[in-house]
């Protein structure tokens, strides 16, 4: 493995330095026929028959495909290719759709039309139908494009949507109904600015929080992972099954990243996951077993290698296992030029990621010159025929069981320019019971939870007055950094929620990030509820090189313990994208809540920080952890491991009264 590595790392290298490299490159491309083995690699052996074997779903319709053969009969190779190339709106215009037939586009984390930093949602439908009318215009076959977005907690690109807590919140709640619920409201509001297709869940299992993108995964747990993508899948495409599938007000939905992302040497982001067969089947595999029988219809490449081979390029698990055995008749995705890793390809060339399986390339701005390089393949017999249509006839497939060839232009679809819908009050109030759910209670020490909304609070921490800070990645913009308070015209601060509370009961409130409250008219408050956390981040820029948030942040603590000497009753509110070790944050605090990170509903914290001005409770904790939480910093731990030994089990969570909290208790 290790020689494997340092071979590759060393062609790596080689590819910036060395003039050679474009003829080494075509010399692997000659000989890349049918893709297995990406260069200089052998792939691990796969025992196909140790895979779960599964029908495809929904079953075949004849129908559908006698419509597809028809069309697959009339299209030039061409058309064909097209069909396998998604490009970014950030560098295709809807007139290059004439010359450039292509299947789907997409807009990428920062991506958005016009490019334009906080693009009003009228504008992405606009764009929707051009894209629409693109395509109708063009002269052959027609072929109706799908616009596929990150709509990984909610339709968070868009200015004023619901946000929801992130993947690793919902695990939490263990309520597949409420998740299930989510996935329907996300749809319905992607469909209000007009794309198709929606890049979630993600059904990564997080086996080291050091990964930055622990958070997209709901849990360590497999189990958990499986029946929370499930529900989101039903919410998001409709029932499998019934007439509601994929019809008005649902999208497309992808699980991603197929497969052993969250699995991967150190937590790396798109690293090399060593796990065993067994592993990746009972680990890593489950969420898929259950995003298939929801009928997904789209399942994403991941970044990540398995034992020293791309995922891209791994034939054995991307058509024998998934396709083949598995019964996936959909198509896979690409993710974000995740071929021009696979040794000799770059992003606007990789026939071996196309015969590895991937159906669709990703390929945001190489999608001219790969277009191009796809139709000589084609032609000289590089990918074969054969593959060509079955990868061709798996998307317009999925296209066909959308509905898309009958749709009209998306404006004129169901819930389509209906902006009050987004972020309309019955979403938001889903994503509030959402965050209560969410909130995981880890220590109440002389039962200081519940406060009494009469007193005087000071709320103190740098998040506590930030919806960014309390969103995180993903949200408006790819890393989820440069949001204002203004950005989300129907969020509300975790500061702005207790504010409501406190004030509904006669009590004072003091904001101060930095804890002071000297200068407070109200003088020594009688609590201080202090908000703390990670700043937002997202893949590529979230690995941590430690989990420990005392040598993080040492200024959150000196502020706890300060709080803590003047005899103030001190509530943390942590908001992380993963457990982190926060083992003196907690002995300098009499209450902590993991509070991950919610969203644009502020006010689900006070829900539970506080009783009801008349002394009832009309709610309570009831979320328990979905990741193991570290005993000492940077250990890796996770349920099943023998011997286990977290700081609070998988599971952990109290309620207001001490006692463990239960799962289906007050929401
Ligand atoms: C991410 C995917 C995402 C895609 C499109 C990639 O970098 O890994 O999760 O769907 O970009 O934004
Ligand atoms: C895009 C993301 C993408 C990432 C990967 C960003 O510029 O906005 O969607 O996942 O690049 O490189």
């Known amino acids: 493995m290790e020689e494997r590595e340092s071979t590759r790392s060393a062609w790596r290298s080689g590819r910036r330095a060395d003039g050679k490299q474009a003829l080494i490159a075509a010399a692997a491309l000659a000989t890349a026929i049918c893709a297995a083995p990406a260069w200089g690699q052998s792939p691990p052996a796969v025992d ?20 597809v053969d028809g ?14 190339i998604q490009a970014d709106i950030a560098t295709i215009r809807p007139e290059d759709i004439a010359r450039y037939p292509l299947g789907s586009i997409l807009n990428g984390g920062d991506s958005s039309p016009d490019m334009a930093a906080r693009v009003p949602a009228p504008e992405w439908l606009k764009l929707a139908d051009a894209f629409y009318a693109a395509a109708r215009e063009r002269k052959g076959t027609y072929v109706p494009l799908m616009w596929g977005i990150d709509a990984v907690h909610g339709q968070n690109k868009i200015i004023g949507a619901t946000i929801f807590p992130h993947n690793i919140g919902l695990g939490a709640t263990r309520d597949p109904a409420l998740i299930e619920k989510i996935g329907e409201i996300t749809a319905q509001e992607v469909t209000v600015t007009g794309q198709d297709w929606v890049f979630a869940p993600t059904v990564a299992v997080a086996r080291d929080d050091h990964w930055g993108r622990t958070y997209e995964s709901y849990s360590e747990d497999p189990a958990i992972v499986a029946t929370s993508a499930a529900a ?31 699995g991967t040497n150190g937590g790396k982001d798109q690293g090399d996951t060593l796990a065993s067969e067994v592993d990746l089947i009972a680990i890593h595999a489950p969420g898929y077993v259950a995003a298939l029988k929801a009928g997904v219809q789209t399942i994403m490449a991941s970044y990540s290698s398995w034992r020293g081979l791309k995922m891209h390029a791994d034939r054995a698990l991307l058509t024998d296992v998934l396709k083949g055995r598995m019964g996936f008749a959909g198509f896979i995705v690409g993710d974000w030029n995740g071929h021009e890793q696979v040794p000799g390809c770059t992003k606007s060339d990789c026939p071996i990621a196309t015969n590895a399986g991937v159906d669709m390339l990703m390929a945001p701005d190489g999608w001219r010159d ?34 898309l060839f009958e749709k009209p232009r998306p404006s004129a679809r169901p819930f389509a320019g209906k902006f009050d819908l987004l972020g309309a009050p019955e979403h938001r109030a889903v994503a509030r019971q959402a965050v209560r759910e969410s909130l995981v209670l880890l220590k109440n020490a002389g039962s200081v939870l519940p406060l009494k909304p009469g007193r005087r609070i000071l709320v103190a921490g740098d998040a506590a007055d930030d919806i960014g800070r309390q969103s995180g990645g993903w949200t408006l913009s790819w890393q989820g950094t440069g949001n204002l308070n203004g950005d989300f015209p129907h969020g509300q601060s975790i500061y702005a929620g207790i504010e409501e509370a406190v004030g509904a009961g006669g009590g004072t409130v003091h904001l101060s990030p930095k804890g002071e409250f000297q200068d407070s008219p109200d003088g020594k408050p009688d609590a201080a509820i202090v908000v703390i956390g990670e700043r937002p981040y997202a893949e590529m820029k979230g690995d941590l090189v430690t989990t420990s948030w005392s040598a993080m942040h040492p200024e959150d603590l000196a502020l706890l313990k300060r709080l803590n000497a003047a005899g103030i009753p001190v509530v943390t509110v942590f908001l992380s994208g993963r457990p982190l070790w926060v083992d003196p944050e907690l002995d300098a605090s009499d209450a902590f809540v993991a509070a991950w990170l919610p969203g644009t509903e502020g006010g689900g914290i006070a829900d539970l920080l506080f009783e009801k001005p008349d002394g009832s409770r009309p709610y309570d904790f009831r979320g328990t952890l979905s990741f193991s939480w570290p005993r000492v910093a940077d250990q890796v731990v996770n349920v099943g491991d023998v011997p286990y030994e977290p700081r ?20």
């Open 71 to 84: 069309l697959l009969s009339k299209m030039s190779v061409e058309e064909k290719v097209g069909q396998l």
């Open 648 to 667: 609070f089990p998988v599971g952990y969570g109290l309620t207001l009264g001490g006692a463990p909290a239960a799962q289906g208790a007050t929401p």
């Open 232 to 262: 989101l899948i039903k919410g998001l495409q409709g029932e499998v099954g019934t007439p509601d599938f994929l019809g008005a007000g649902h999208v497309i939905a992808t699980a991603k990243h197929f497969l052993g992302d969250g």
């Open 48 to 67: 196909v028959a140790a895979w779960p074997a599964l029908p495809p779903q929904p079953p075949t319709d004849p129908k559908h495909e006698a419509f």
């Open 370 to 403: 790969l277009f191009a390089a796809m139709v000589r393949e084609v032609k000289d017999g590089t990918i074969p025929t054969a593959r060509l249509d079955d990868a061709v006839r798996r998307v317009l497939a999925v296209k066909v069981r959308a509905g």
